[in-house]
């Protein structure tokens, strides 16, 4: 199942991507930040319905000059608490700025979503490519596409959907930036089931792919993903 994730990937197409039942328990779309339409925005959603992020190479975000959102709140004197989280061995998240592309409007509409995604998969790839980059000349702030810093050496750190989609990424030889978005159920207001996210993808001609599956292809995987602490 994995080399159709990654097919549908270079291709420009969604897949699903689950993480782990010991771990946040959720699948998420994912996509490649530079294949993104207005019309995989709205599908997003209206039928995943959780937040649309795009995921960021770590080296990439070095370059381009990204950082994590506890980093900026902590240079600006906020007093932000550590506060642990259940379902990451790292305690930390994956966030990073906020951001709407200088030509969109509000930058809320699936054409400016769309927009700025693809922006910010170009600044990706011409950094990596060793170029030069003026990303926050083009970037208004706070906007409406999160974004997310994945770790140094992937999943040998953290196993989110972060770094399970970044390493998709890399397997598939396409340019690191990813768009995830969660799917939710409508019924019980938790993160949709996984039996119900396969169903969805085979319905929707879409490949399912778990993160264990993932993992076992990535050389130095950390062992053991973190289970949620006890209450």
């Given at each position: ?8 990937l270079r ?5 699903l991507?689950?993480d782990?039942?010991?771990r946040?328990g959720e699948?998420?779309f994912?996509i ?5 339409t207005?019309?995989?925005?709205r599908q997003m959603?209206k039928?995943?319905?959780?937040l649309?992020c795009?995921?960021?190479a770590?080296?990439?975000?070095e ?6 959102a506890?980093?900026?709140l ?6 932000v608490r550590d506060?642990?989280i ?6 930390r998240s994956?966030f ?8 969109t409007?509000?930058?809320i ?9 693809n ?10 490519a ?9 970037f208004?702030?706070?906007g409406h596409v999160?974004?997310l ?16 989609s970044?390493a998709?990424a890399?397997?598939?030889?396409i340019t ?5 978005c969660?799917?939710?159920?409508d019924?019980t207001?938790q993160?949709l ?5 396969r169903?969805?993808?085979?319905a ?5 792919l778990e993160?264990r ?6 050389p ?6 973190a289970?949620p602490a006890a209450?």
């Amino acid at each position: 199942m994995i080399e159709d994730a990654l097919a549908a990937l270079r291709d420009g197409r969604f897949i699903l991507l689950y993480d782990f039942d010991n771990r946040e328990g959720e699948t998420d779309f994912a996509i490649r930040a530079d294949a993104v339409t207005p019309a995989h925005i709205r599908q997003m959603r209206k039928d995943g319905g959780g937040l649309i992020c795009c995921a960021v190479a770590h080296e990439a975000a070095e370059r381009i000059g990204l950082p994590f959102a506890h980093s900026v709140l902590e240079t600006a004197g906020v007093g932000v608490r550590d506060h642990v989280i259940p379902y990451d061995r790292l305690n930390r998240s994956s966030f990073s700025l906020w951001v709407n592309h200088a030509s969109t409007f509000t930058g809320i509409t699936d054409n400016d979503r769309a927009t700025t995604i693809n922006e910010i998969a170009d600044h990706v790839r011409r950094a990596l490519a060793g170029e030069r980059t003026q990303f926050f000349d083009e970037f208004r702030l706070p906007g409406h596409v999160a974004l997310l810093r994945g770790s140094d050496g992937l999943l040998a750190r953290r196993c989110g959907q972060t770094e399970l989609s970044l390493a998709l990424a890399g397997m598939g030889g396409i340019t690191p930036a990813i768009v995830v978005c969660e799917m939710l159920d409508d019924e019980t207001g938790q993160a949709l089931r996984k039996e119900d996210a396969r169903a969805y993808g085979e319905a929707h001609g879409i490949p399912f792919l778990e993160g264990r599956e993932v993992a076992a292809r990535w050389p130095g995987t950390v062992t053991g993903v973190a289970a949620p602490a006890a209450r």
